[in-house]
């Protein structure tokens, strides 16, 4: 039986386990560092080393040999595990370090879209606060302001008016809100459309489209508040059709893929697309990602019938040709539960009560930011859990995934209710 180490230890990687174990291959899952969800899953264990400490995931994985390594989130790939990993023969599903700089650097993603004329929206650099605030002036708002490097999701504001524009300017350059991640900024045109995530597998040639889905960045219902890593999730996004499917792949993803590999760049690994479509029909790159999106990550995997480690080593092994992704026809939606005051400061270590004591046929609370303290499942973070389930339209997995969330409680528990709202308006 096949021994599966997982890197990272929030909801996506929950879903990864869990997906893993239910693998036939599988005899075990190590989930490095984990939470109390991967903790409790069956043929899965957590092991304490941090997702970001290369050298102590490597020392591990040299000693325990897995047969297969996923990385999760963003630090350890823009780091250099995944080639780190395969120089010492340990197969690992992730881009190596100067593939993932689509993610690492958006300088580097918006210039690489600029060389291989991949659409996107127009842009200018900057390390200087004076001259970025006067590109804003003669651009006017609204206008998107983006730290160069890795913030958790949160390093993209959006101003709606010049002085927005110039607070954000000063927060990331000169108050460095998000440290040297915000050494160099972008200022891009503002899109207006709807946003959708897409994302593949690739073993560097040939290209796997997984489900397409809806992420909702922003905290508040109706899409207000401050930007989030995400707080929920579905999976299809309607706004994706057969035709619009067939455009993304071919004026997006597979130049993209391509043009990694004209710059002697092997991409290996999940390659995630924000993408924004415009009320005209054009649709262009917000953002890349070099791996899963959390919480897309959820309801994608809730639909996914096929065999996850199968398709992981099928793409490590360059096979990805000719690979069959099996879904369910069925619609997934996930919520996420988080912490009062996140993305802000918030408290950590409240119980959870009325989690599910065992898993539901159609529906699945991932863990992340959690920790189990004995039996006791606890706080660990800002976004806490997502609750996901599976329905024969969106509507109906909103309202079973809502009907989980009621009944999971714990001090301060704070949640969007309007999740799906636009393909819900759309099935109306």
Not at 239 to 268: F, Q, S
Request: glycine letters at 10%; hydrophobic letters at 40%; one cysteine or more.
């Amino acid at each position: 039986m096949m021994k599966v180490m997982v890197v990272g230890g929030g909801g996506r990687e929950h879903a990864i386990a869990w997906k893993a174990s239910r693998s036939p291959l599988v005899g075990k899952v190590i989930v490095c560092p984990g939470n109390a969800g991967t903790a409790l899953e069956p043929k899965a264990e957590n092991v304490a080393i941090a997702a970001d400490d290369s050298d102590s995931l490597l020392s591990f994985a040299l000693r325990e040999r897995p047969d297969l390594v996923i990385i999760g989130p963003e630090a350890p790939l823009t780091a250099g595990l995944s080639d780190l990993l395969s120089a010492e023969h340990i197969p690992c599903f992730g881009p190596g370090r100067l593939a993932a700089q689509l993610e690492g650097s958006k300088v580097f993603a918006k210039e690489f879209l600029m060389r291989h004329r991949i659409d996107t929206a127009s842009f200018r650099c900057f390390t200087d606060p004076r001259e970025a605030k006067e590109y804003v002036v003669s651009k006017g708002a609204p206008l998107v302001v983006k730290a160069d490097g890795l913030a958790a999701g949160k390093g993209v504001l959006v101003a709606e008016t010049v002085e927005e524009a110039f607070d954000a300017v000063d927060s990331m350059l000169i108050r460095r809100s998000f440290g040297d991640a915000g050494k160099k900024i972008i200022v891009e045109d503002c899109l207006v459309g709807e946003e959708a995530s897409f994302i593949v597998m690739t073993d560097g040639l040939h290209i796997v489209p997984l489900a397409t889905s809806q992420d909702h960045k922003a905290r508040d219902d109706g899409d207000r508040g401050p930007n989030t890593g995400g707080m929920g999730a579905y999976s299809p996004a309607p706004v994706i059709d057969r035709a619009m499917h067939d455009r993304i792949m071919k004026d997006i993803i597979e130049p993209t893929i391509a043009g990694m590999a004209l710059e002697g760049i092997n991409y290996k690994g999940f390659l995630y697309a924000g993408l924004m479509i415009t009320q005209e029909g054009s649709v262009k790159v917000l953002e890349f990602n070099c791996r899963l999106g959390d919480p897309e990550t959820q309801p994608i995997l809730m639909r996914l019938k096929s065999d996850i480690v199968e398709m992981c080593l099928a793409a490590v092994s360059g096979n990805l040709s000719g690979v069959e992704v099996l879904w369910d026809p069925r619609p997934a939606l996930g919520v996420v539960m988080a912490a009062g005051g996140y993305p802000g400061s918030y408290k950590k270590g409240y119980p959870i009560y009325g989690l599910p004591e065992k898993d539901l046929p159609d529906a699945k609370v991932f863990h992340a930011g959690t920790r189990l303290e004995g039996k006791k499942v606890l706080t660990s973070g800002g976004r806490v859990l997502c609750v996901t389930a599976l329905g024969t339209s969106v509507g109906t997995a909103k309202e079973n995934a809502y009907a989980l969330a009621r009944g999971i409680k714990w001090e301060d528990a704070y949640y969007r209710k309007d999740i799906g709202y636009r393909a819900v308006a759309r099935e109306k």
